[in-house]
């Protein structure tokens, strides 16, 4: 293992001088490529592609490391302390932005990936100005000016992209330079349209709420809100009272171990799902309903979760994956230097060592059993040892990026066992169908949900109606009941239909406790999983996926239900189990049925019975 490597593991991450640390181990593998390579502003990490080319890939892993060197070097006194990183950091931006330089960034287009990068680089400009922008020459300036100047003349995507240029147009005011005044508060003012309510946003898709809303959506207006010239603006009021609001409905994305939900896009950039809580630390946010103490619990938890995790290349890099390198779940712009985004939590070091985040005692949030959130249109669950949380979620949708129905559109995500996505499209084995109802009219080329004709969130269950084809509409009804939760479905189709009902899937170095013909569990190190069924199946298996399916685990097992249907109406009631943690065993569902529109069922001594209101529009 890398020494950098052992030096995160072994690191509490309690102190400033901690925090410090763990970014050097961060960042001195890469800048010692840089060295070697002799290409000040690029360093080339590995081969693997993304949509935009090599150079862009290699400068944007540079660029990415501002996020960290630019709070770590915020006052002179840091930045002669860190002359190595300041130095390299420097010399980077300044060859990167002349154009007679042969490390010249260039010309940019439409819609550029390096518009992106230009959000760290402005931030590093800002947090730094007094000991680097202000010691440049004239001909200096005029270069990273000119240079940063091209996002005023292209066109960028209406999302979270606004913020990069956002935030240079933000430099240029506080640095005093030639920017387009309208184009900032057209820029502000866009944003304005994605908010929704209680801190929530979404990212210029209203189907997709995911990590973007707190690693960007929340994670851009607090810095702004630091680093504008205009503090008496009332966009800044707004930006901090939704920064303030958003913790408390954000920490139950979290357990009490500091993991963090898997949910969307972007799960390549790992411990940037605290950054909020950087951001928020940053911006001296007054919470609501929260405290800084537990801010800095999730952040600091959240951290050392990933730091134990073997997320690093031999070389020391950090790779592309989530626990485990692996580009089957990557999307398309997910290039060797991408993770690197991550460094945007270590905001917090621009942050003096008398600052109250670093003098508070970090507290545990206490967990909502169950929460109802409508604007990431989830109900989320954490058990009553606060260490496995389950996001029941329905109507969220991603078109335009790899895996969307899996990363988006499946039952319940779970911190202990995560979910998978599809290695190929012919088996089964390739679909890796954990959590979700799959369906094809042959044995080959399942499909699962892409798209909600109609959904609800309610307080005690999720409602989905999909139709795979015109002929054939499927309702299902997810109710949670930790460590299970039941699964109904109403299937109308014209056609003859194969339906595979796929439950958790868990690490397959475990032990099967029961494998009959209505039920299977499957106890794991990390924690048991099962399926067992109250109407007919043709077969109850427990399914070996393909390798690299699984976001957190390399090889899994997954319990699985087979249905094969003829034209018609079809009721299907089954459970799922996937309960984390070592319990040698699990509450036992003992009936559930269906009585008209009520689901009644009994686990262990306790009956439950529940009015699903949709029924009356099916039955």
């Not at 917090?348 to 008398?354: G, I, N, S, T």
């Not at 990390?526 to 069924?533: A, M, P, S």
Request: aromatic share 14%; proline share 5%.
């Amino acid at each position: 293992m890398d020494p950098f490597n052992q030096a995160l593991k072994k690191n509490s991450l309690h102190s400033r001088r901690d925090m410090e640390q763990a970014l050097l181990a961060l960042i001195a593998p890469v800048y010692q490529v840089m060295k070697e390579q002799k290409t000040p502003g690029r360093f080339h990490l590995s081969d693997s592609g993304a949509v935009y080319d090599r150079s862009r890939q290699d400068i944007e892993g540079f660029l990415r490391t501002l996020w960290g060197v630019g709070p770590l070097c915020a006052t002179k006194e840091k930045a002669a302390e860190f002359n190595e990183y300041f130095a390299a950091a420097n010399e980077g931006i300044l060859a990167g932005c002349n154009p007679n330089s042969p490390y010249y960034w260039g010309q940019l287009e439409d819609y550029d990936q390096l518009f992106v990068e230009m959000g760290a680089l402005a931030t590093y400009l800002l947090l730094t100005k007094d000991h680097f922008w202000d010691t440049l020459s004239v001909l200096e300036k005029e270069q990273l000016h000119s240079w940063m100047m091209q996002i005023n003349t292209h066109k960028i995507p209406n999302t979270n992209w606004l913020f990069f240029r956002i935030l240079v147009n933000t430099f240029c005011q506080q640095a005093g330079l030639l920017f387009p005044h309208e184009q900032l508060q057209a820029d502000l003012a866009a944003i304005e349209t994605y908010y929704l309510a209680e801190g929530w946003y979404f990212d210029g898709y209203e189907n997709q709420i995911d990590y973007y809303i707190p690693f960007a959506l929340q994670y851009y207006p607090l810095l702004f809100s630091v680093l504008t010239p205009n503090q008496s603006s009332p966009t800044v009021s707004n930006y901090r009272k939704r920064g303030a609001i958003f913790a408390k409905h954000f920490k139950n994305w979290f357990t009490n171990q500091g993991a963090a939900l898997p949910f969307g896009r972007s799960q390549t950039y790992r411990f940037a799902q605290s950054a909020y809580f950087a951001a928020a630390a940053f911006a001296h946010i007054e919470f609501t309903d929260f405290s800084l103490a537990e801010a800095k619990y999730l952040l600091l938890a959240n951290m050392r979760h990933w730091f134990a995790q073997p997320i690093f290349t031999e070389e020391g890099f950090l790779s592309i994956g989530y626990h485990y390198p692996n580009l089957v779940m990557a999307e398309g712009y997910n290039a060797p230097g991408s993770p690197y985004w991550a460094l945007k939590n270590f905001i917090v070091l621009a942050l003096p060592e008398a600052d109250p985040f670093w003098q508070v005692e970090a507290i545990q949030p206490t967990f909502d059993a169950k929460t109802r959130n409508p604007y990431s249109r989830m109900l989320l669950i954490h058990s009553e040892t606060g260490n496995e949380l389950q996001a029941f979620t329905c109507g969220q949708h991603s078109h335009e990026h790899a895996h969307g129905e899996s990363k988006y559109e499946k039952f319940v995500y779970s911190a202990t066992f995560g979910f998978s996505v599809a290695k190929g499209s012919v088996l089964p084995k390739q679909g890796a169908f954990d959590n979700t109802l799959a369906i094809s009219e042959t044995t080959t080329h399942y499909r699962t949900v892409f798209g909600y004709e109609d959904y609800q969130i309610c307080d005690e269950y999720t409602y989905g109606r999909w139709q795979p084809w015109e002929d054939c509409q499927i309702d299902s009804f997810i109710i949670p009941c930790y460590p299970w939760h039941l699964r109904l479905h109403i299937v109308e189709t014209k056609r003859r239909v194969n339906l595979l009902a796929g439950s958790f899937s868990a690490p397959d170095y475990g032990e099967s406790l029961i494998e009959s013909i209505d039920e299977i569990r499957y106890r794991s190190k990390v924690g048991t999983i099962g399926i067992k069924i109250f109407t007919p199946t043709d077969k109850l298996e427990l399914t070996r996926p393909e390798p690299n399916t699984n976001l957190l685990f390399e090889k899994t097992v997954l319990p699985q239900a087979a249905y094969k249907l003829a034209p018609g109406r079809h009721v299907i009631l089954l459970a799922c189990l996937g309960q984390g943690g070592n319990a040698a065993n699990s509450p036992q569902l003992l009936n559930a049925r269906l009585e008209g529109s009520q689901l009644v069922w009994q686990m262990g001594q306790q009956d439950y019975r529940l009015s699903l209101s949709q029924l009356a529009t099916i039955n």
